[in-house]
């Protein structure tokens, strides 16, 4: 029998019960609520991106700080004289301290070290990552200024504190070595690759060495988390017990765990059936010209991983070897742009636009194009409202820890229609197996799963989209943060017991 589905509610009673007198502090780079000077005005806006839409409804449901970087404009003007500022602005919540770095620091640590060299270490995009020592120090020192505010934040009581992703990865180990009774767990957001891949890093001892300071360490899949054992095991000699997951470094024991992220089903849910969602698609709908068309959409981040050139060459592929649809099929495409300032981001765009305008100048005709690009930070209404035309939405990752954008696109779908093309090399394919599983790399393959979707009987695709929905229900982000904060908070005493050896 399955368990019942986990609530904020739920979880909100297990915290309470699990956390006891511990203070619970996440620490993550990027912030939830970015405080914006626009023409002297404040404005509070949330970052595109994954992170936040999955941990802003666990703190808000639990209470304590969140330390993050504050890279707004408006930050400073925000927060009181320790740093601190109560979120969400309009329900007050929990507590977030904002860590102030300069913009070498920045440059260092966050483009250069984090998203030059171990965001396509980590995935298979096929291209290199830039490894430069003056990074790597950057990258150092700014782990040790957040250890510095999460330990003045701990202040010398019990506390849990759950570092994200790959930004602060020399963190944990900081953090014990300064004061060992803090219980530390990490969930890291995108892939670990494989020994091969990994080995590339010059510094990948102190990175395993660093990660192996948490009491658990969370990857989405077990692939991943198979792939960092391996490398422990490999690089620092480090002791795994394959049988329960675990990694002895020194003696000291980090539990090695899958756990699948995901989205708030309820609340997804829910508001796409509000009447500004509503009102919304009929006002996108006459903008876009969308009415009696099939639409097919992208919602992404602009990023490399993401597959978004295979994916406009395969719709170009589909009208080629199906003109009939011409006309007929609309593919919208929302991204936010990115990490701006790093060269690779930069051609990516180039490269956009370019197969954007080789696929629309082919195929377009008078009053219609095949492809309309918004390559804007939509507001979650539109994103809602689009997600509800859609008869199809496309996630043709190359490589991703998980993909939300799967997630969310199912959770949307109350009306139970509505046909996912997702990509093997998600994370979320191995939970969304009524999906159309196609490798973005296949072009011809590629082409004809946007056939089938636009064909597919109307009965084929609700009985796809429940079973679709009933996986995404059960493993809502509610369970993710239950298993993570029981493992955290009871496996961490457990294996800190010296019981075992072989
Ligand atoms: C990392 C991992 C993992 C997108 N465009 C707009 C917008 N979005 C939102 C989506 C979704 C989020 O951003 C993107 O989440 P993803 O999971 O797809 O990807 P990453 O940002 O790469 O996240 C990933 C995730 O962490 C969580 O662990 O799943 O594998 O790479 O929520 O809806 N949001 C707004 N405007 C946009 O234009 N507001």
Known sequence: ??????????????????????????????????????EGKMHIASPAGGLTTAIDPLM??????????????????????KNRIQVPSDDPSYTLRLVWLTQQEQQGYYNGFSNEGLWPLCHNAFIEPTFQTSDWHTYKSVNSVFAKQVLDEV?????????????????????????????????????????????????????????????????HIGDHCNNFMEAAARVLGARVHDEYNVVYQNEEPTLVRPFPISVDFEHVSQESQSQEVTDEMGRVMEEMDLGGKVVGLGIDRIDYTKGIPHRIRAIGRFFEVYPDYIGKVVFVQAGVMSRTKIDAYQHL????DEELKAVNDRFGTGNWLPI?????????????????????????????????????YVASRFDEDGVLILSPFTGAASELTDALIVNPYATDDFADAIRD?????????????????????????????????VDMMQGTRRARRPIRSF
């Open 349 to 352: 765009s180039a490269e956009i």
């Open 60 to 81: 808000q449901e639990c209470g304590g700080t969140w330390v993050a970087y504050g890279g707004g404009e408006g930050d400073l003007y925000a927060v009181d004289e």
């Open 1 to 38: 029998m399955s368990e019942p589905t986990w609530t904020s509610e739920k979880l909100r009673r297990l915290v309470h019960r699990e956390i006891g007198d511990y203070r619970l502090i996440v620490v993550s780079n990027r912030q939830p609520y970015i405080h914006e000077l626009i």
């Open 453 to 485: 979707a636009v064909i597919m009987p109307h009965k084929e695709r609700r009985e796809r989209m429940v079973r679709m929905r009933n996986v995404v229900e059960e493993n809502n982000i509610f369970k993710w943060a239950a298993r993570l904060f």
């Open 155 to 219: 202040d010398g009581r019990p506390a849990a504190v759950f570092t994200q992703d790959y930004h602060l990865a020399l963190l944990p180990r900081m953090l014990r070595q300064a004061d060992p009774t803090i219980i530390t767990g990490q969930f890291w957001h995108i892939p670990w690759p494989t020994y091969e891949i990994f080995r590339i890093c010059p510094w990948g001892d102190q990175l395993l060495d660093g990660l192996l300071g948490n009491d658990l360490l969370g990857f």
């Open 372 to 408: 309309i690009y918004l390559p804007d930070n939509l507001s979650a209404v539109t994103l809602a409202a689009l997600r509800r035309i859609a008869r199809f939405c496309v996630v043709s990752s190359l490589h991703d820890g998980m993909n939300l954008v799967a997630k969310e």
